[in-house]
């Protein structure tokens, strides 16, 4: 089931990127895709830039939200955010709050500059192909078209560096209590493929992409209606000029983000869960220092819904919203506005048409 739904993925990204190829090549209506080397290069290093600094700013609540969703449910040891935080603070000291965000950035600048570049791309080659089809040179893209071109985006980078996302999981929920130690990013990879086999990389891919739909559809999607909206409803005096000022882009980048992630979350807690599936040396926070029953193995995500509802209960699949909440927001509306601000500065023109 996992290889015909992984097939049927690369078909749909296939078919979004040839549509985007095919409006780039287009020598009528609205410009393709035809950026010179340099500005696509800038167009990237504004999405990494995005990616590396909001993931560094919200680094310990992103932590303790995987530590919420993988522990052992007979050894609890993290309930609720505060006591996580001090627990974590108190146990592995300050460096603690940010173990695995070194892999995380390694992994978030290359994610959301393939992210935000394929959006750019696979929205301009929609919007020709709709302004062709019906006709009218000067439609422009409803909220379905949106959601359609940010899933694609989500799928393409998500799919793109998913083992480093793997690796930063198992090495978020190391403690010094864990019986074996990853030293680092490389370390974690080769030994992963040596115990594990290369197929191990990619556990929990199936959610992780049924999730970038809503998740990075909706981000992307909400946000580019909720600033056109503004801008031409104008509403409250938010906007001067055509142009939103930071503040209310943070605004428009928090209301997406906080949207995306509740209807994704389930599928977020059932990839963490996968990841630390067949590990032999796994944390101490999974195992529960072997004082509690040994982490259940899943043959799929529809066993680990089952079987987390089943022991845990439906709650089970929310286990840290409230801190993943309280980081989704400043995340998602830092990663927005650095990545408008980073091009603006870099003077790369990235409007949806001419």
């Not at 062709?132 to 393409?156: F, H, K, M, V």
């Amino acid at each position: 089931m996992a290889s015909e739904d992984v097939k049927t993925t690369e078909s749909a990204v296939s078919t979004i990127v040839n549509l985007a190829e095919e409006a780039k090549i287009a020598g009528e209506g609205v410009k393709a895709p035809s950026y010179a080397f340099l500005s696509i290069c800038k167009s990237l290093v504004a999405g990494g830039v995005a990616g590396g600094v909001s993931r560094t700013a919200v680094a310990p609540l992103e932590r303790l939200k995987i530590l919420l969703q993988v522990q052992n449910p007979h050894s609890i040891k993290y309930n609720g955010t505060i006591q996580g935080l001090r627990y974590i603070w108190q146990t592995e000291g300050f460096r603690g709050l940010f173990k695995g965000n070194g892999t995380n950035c390694a992994r978030i600048v290359p994610n959301s500059a393939v992210k935000f570049f394929s959006y750019e791309q696979a929205s301009k080659g929609i919007l020709w192909l709709y302004q062709r089809q019906s006709g009218n040179e000067d439609a422009e893209l409803t909220p379905l078209l949106r959601l359609g071109a940010g899933a694609c985006a989500g799928i393409i980078a998500m799919s793109a560096t998913y083992p480093m996302d793997m690796v930063r999981g198992r090495i978020t929920v190391q403690t010094d209590k864990s019986s074996y130690q990853y030293r680092g990013m490389f370390h974690a990879l080769s030994t992963i493929l040596r115990e594990e086999g290369p197929r191990s990389l990619y556990k929990g891919w199936l959610p992780s992409v049924i999730g970038v739909i809503p998740y990075v559809g909706l981000n992307f999607a909400v946000y580019e209606s909720l600033k056109e909206w503004l801008v031409k409803a104008r509403p409250f005096g938010l906007v001067k000029d055509s142009e939103l000022s930071v503040t209310t882009r943070l605004g428009c980048g928090a209301v997406a983000g906080t949207i995306g992630q509740t209807v994704a979350y389930p599928l977020d807690v059932i990839r963490r869960r996968m990841q630390m599936g067949g590990w032999s040396h796994a944390s101490s926070i999974v195992t529960g220092d072997g004082r509690g029953k040994v982490p259940l193995q899943y043959s799929g995500m529809i066993d680990a819904f089952r079987k987390t509802v089943r022991h845990e209960g439906f709650g089970a699949l929310y286990k840290g919203l409230v801190p993943n909440s309280v980081k989704v927001v400043p995340s998602i509306s830092i990663a927005f506005v650095t990545y408008e601000v980073v091009k603006d500065v870099l003077g790369v023109e990235m409007r949806i048409s001419d």
